[in-house]
């Protein structure tokens, strides 16, 4: 059996460090005038992946929550 909390923590701390990569993610394409098109292209791919795993891990979340809670 799986320890909620435990997972919670993990997923917490995985959601952390992408909300700190989707920052700088967000100041780089600030400065994006600056690049080639193919680079801004690039990065804004990026960060629509970014914004999906953090998507991603705040649904995980909840699940885990609800687990936790029907427990």
Known sequence: MIDVNVETDKINQKLGKLEKKFAQLIKT???ASKMT?????KLQ???SDTEE???RLKDSIK??????DGM
């Open 29 to 31: 394409s600030e400065k």
């Open 37 to 41: 098109s193919e680079k801004h292209q």
């Open 45 to 47: 791919n990026e960060i």
């Open 53 to 55: 795993m953090i998507k």
């Open 63 to 68: 699940e885990l929550e609800a687990m936790r």
